[in-house]
């Protein structure tokens, strides 16, 4: 619940006594296993960038290939998109950056820098640069640009957008096809 509403909502949406609603308890009882908003914050992003970072070792493996992996990646954004028309937590909440405690910060750090080290490792596996600085760039720009994606089909409530805008990352190279 908490997760689901953090990515609707953002960082604000991590409400006590709204989470306990959805969920049948009292707030109390969320206040003692997490007795701030930002030890909750904290926890619900770490859990999910852990989550993301299991995700994207499953698709290495799965996929096999890197390039696979390349075509497969925005996928893992576009899921939240057809849950409810919701973001990426860590995307929603580093919009929120200047006003997260500093244990949230470092959460929605670490999922950027987790998705980054991703990228860079299955470009480079690829081939597509040998350049290493080059493909760690062009890593932070292909998490930019999808988040970017996600942002503008989010407002406008329509999945087609962002894989329209994927499409176009491809056609123009920036995500290899």
Not at 26 to 38: C, G, R, V
Not at 59 to 84: D, Q, S, T
Not at 104 to 129: M, N, Q, Y
Request: glycine share 8%; aromatic share 8%.
């Amino acid at each position: 619940m908490a997760r689901a509403r953090a990515q609707a909502h953002g960082y604000d949406g991590l409400n006590f006594r709204d989470l306990a609603a959805d969920i049948g308890i009292k707030s109390a009882s969320i206040h003692y296993h997490f007795p701030t908003k930002a030890d909750l914050g904290a926890a619900v992003a770490k859990r999910y960038r852990e989550d993301s970072a299991e995700g994207l070792e499953r698709l290495w493996i799965e996929k096999g290939k890197p390039a696979a992996c390349l075509r497969a990646y925005p996928g893992v954004f576009r899921k939240a998109l057809e849950r409810g028309n919701r973001m990426c937590l860590c995307g929603f909440m580093a919009a929120e950056y200047d006003d997260l405690p500093d244990t949230v910060k470092a959460e929605v750090k670490a999922f950027a820098d987790a998705h980054v080290a991703w990228l860079t490792r299955a470009l480079a596996a690829s081939g597509v640069d040998a350049d290493p600085e080059q493909v760690e760039r062009r890593a932070r720009a292909i998490f930019a640009a999808i988040g970017g994606a996600q942002l503008m089909a989010r407002s406008r409530a329509d999945v087609s957008v962002f894989d329209e805008i994927i499409d176009s990352y491809r056609a123009t190279g920036l995500i290899p096809a």
